[in-house]
């Protein structure tokens, strides 16, 4: 949902992923949950990108270097870092991966999925722009958050003006720290290149032992070292992930967001409150949202549609002009004008040909339908391929599944299955033929003939095929 901007090529990023992320609670790596549907290190690496850096630097622990570079692939480099001794030395270890320190370091920790590529932008606007700046630190005003570092700075001055960055200051170095707002570091910074690698190597330990980047901050200000601090717009966006509750709050700030995005994009959702929609989704113009709707993971959705109320619709493509209402969807392909529901369950790899009636509790797992085939009431069809203008009576069920292999049923174009027909699979119903209420169809249909019964045996059609039998 990012606008890109002009490449910037003498800048390398650097996002911090290496840390044990305990306060997760977790086996998983804390850079693999997810938001929004999306894992956590993804954030940052479309957020740097779609500010034009081209050069991006990961910097990964033992436990999770893997991991992250299955995510992440050759869309970045990784740098490891032994163990987890602090945020200054996992950036010391991403910069012992660079020939030389380039001219513009940005770094940020992999665990603040809120920022924005704008306000990062504006950070290296603002940190390129002064020249001889050493380091920029984009704060977060008037935040309500004991666990982030507090930007110190020299007292107001006499004419109303904020004074100077003087420190960072963890919350780990403010026991007793009275609660309240404060200016604090959202963990995202400009720094000289140059500058950064001659000091980030001289950091005194925090007495828990850590390396604090942070420490920068009044290295730099005790120094006379152009340091400074520029505010975000947004206060969510410094909320990072430490642990399973901040998780749910970055959840329902991104909700927020893409659901505006959709919104401002000609989607009509009824009732935002009750709307998940990923951040991978996308959904064309004048469709609408229903209460109740989740749409997940690599799902696409049409224009013109009508989905919900009550729907989930996870890794599946709709075509425009389609109904789902009160349904299941995982991996299924809706062409367009397809109506679902209430209650049906479409599972992988049902692909739905245009036009496709399915009703109540219908349903369908790998298996084909053609243009304008009906399904109107309870079924279940699977390991099937049904051509087009086909109507399944009420209570068919295509059985496939022996008790050791899987079966095709395939059933012709115009075909008439009666209620409650059973087709015992491999079996297949030729185009334009027919089976009678409640037939057990064990052997193969011709076209355009009839069979009924248990097992079904072929019969006069009144319609079409009396002469011939
Ligand atoms: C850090 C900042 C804090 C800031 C906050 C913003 C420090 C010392 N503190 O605190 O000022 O307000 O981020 O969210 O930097 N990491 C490594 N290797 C390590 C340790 C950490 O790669 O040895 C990574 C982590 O995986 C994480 C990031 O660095 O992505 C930040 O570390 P974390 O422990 O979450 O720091 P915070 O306590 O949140
Ligand atoms: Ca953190």
Redesign the pocket.
């Known amino acids: 949902m990012a606008n890109h901007t002009a490449p910037i090529t003498d800048a390398v990023a650097v996002?911090?992923?290496?840390?044990?992320?305990s306060?997760m609670r977790s086996r998983t790596p804390?850079?693999l949950h997810r938001a929004a549907g999306m894992e956590l290190i993804r954030f940052p690496v479309d957020l740097l990108a779609a500010c034009g850096i081209t050069r991006t630097v990961v910097?990964?622990?033992p436990d999770n270097a893997d991991a992250i570079a299955s995510v992440l692939d050759d869309r970045v480099t990784y740098a490891g870092?032994p163990?987890?001794?602090?945020?200054?030395?996992?950036v010391a270890?991403a910069l012992a991966q660079l020939p030389e320190p380039p001219p513009l370091l940005v770094v940020m920790?992999?665990?603040?999925p809120l920022v924005r590529a704008e306000s990062v932008r504006n950070l290296i606007n603002e940190h390129t722009s002064v020249p001889g700046r050493r380091m920029t630190i984009l704060s977060a005003p008037d935040v309500f958050?004991d666990?982030?570092?507090?930007i110190e700075r020299a007292s107001v001055t006499s004419d109303g003006r904020v004074g100077a960055v003087s420190a960072?200051v963890?919350?780990?170095s403010r026991p007793g720290f009275a609660h309240g707002p404060a200016e604090?570091?959202?963990?995202?910074y400009c720094f000289s290149g140059p500058w950064l690698a001659e000091h980030v190597g001289s950091i005194t330990p925090?007495p828990s032992g850590?390396?604090?980047?942070?420490?920068l901050a009044a290295r730099a200000a005790d120094r006379g070292d152009d340091v400074a601090a520029i505010p975000i717009a947004l206060a969510d966006e410094?909320?990072?992930?430490?642990n399973r509750e901040q998780l749910s709050a970055v959840e329902t700030v991104l909700r927020d967001r893409i659901n505006r995005h959709w919104m401002a994009n000609g989607v009509t959702i009824s009732d935002p409150a009750t709307t998940y929609i990923d951040g991978d989704v996308s959904i064309g113009m004048d469709t609408v949202l229903l209460p109740g709707v989740i749409l997940s993971g690599q799902t696409a959705i049409g224009e013109d549609c009508r989905i919900g109320p009550y729907s989930v619709i996870a890794d599946s493509r709709i075509a425009d002009r389609c109904r789902v209402a009160a349904s299941f969807l995982e991996g299924a392909q809706l062409s367009s004008d397809v109506t679902v529901g209430p209650y049906s369950h479409l599972r992988p790899d049902a692909s739905i040909g245009a036009g496709v009636h399915l009703g109540n509790f219908v349903e369908v797992k790998n298996s084909t339908l053609g243009s304008g085939t009906a399904a109107g009431h309870f079924c279940y069809l699977g390991d099937s391929s049904i051509g087009a203008g086909v109507n399944i009576g009420a209570g068919t069920v295509t059985c496939n599944y022996d008790g050791v292999d899987k079966h095709v049923t395939s059933i012709g174009d115009g075909a008439f299955i009666g209620s409650d027909t059973m087709l015992i699979a491999p079996v297949h119903v030729g185009a334009g033929a027919a089976t009678g209420a409640g037939a057990v169809v064990t052997n193969d249909v011709p076209d355009a003939r009839r069979a009924v019964g248990i097992p079904a045996r072929l019969v006069p059609r009144k319609d079409k095929d009396r002469e011939s039998n």
């Open positions: 996002i911090l992923a290496a840390g044990r992320g306060r804390k850079p910097v990964t622990g870092q163990e987890p001794k602090g945020t200054a030395d996992a270890c920790a992999g665990d603040t958050a666990d982030l570092g507090r960072i963890e919350a780990a604090v570091n959202t963990g995202v925090a850590e390396l604090y980047l942070t420490a410094a909320i990072g992930v430490n």
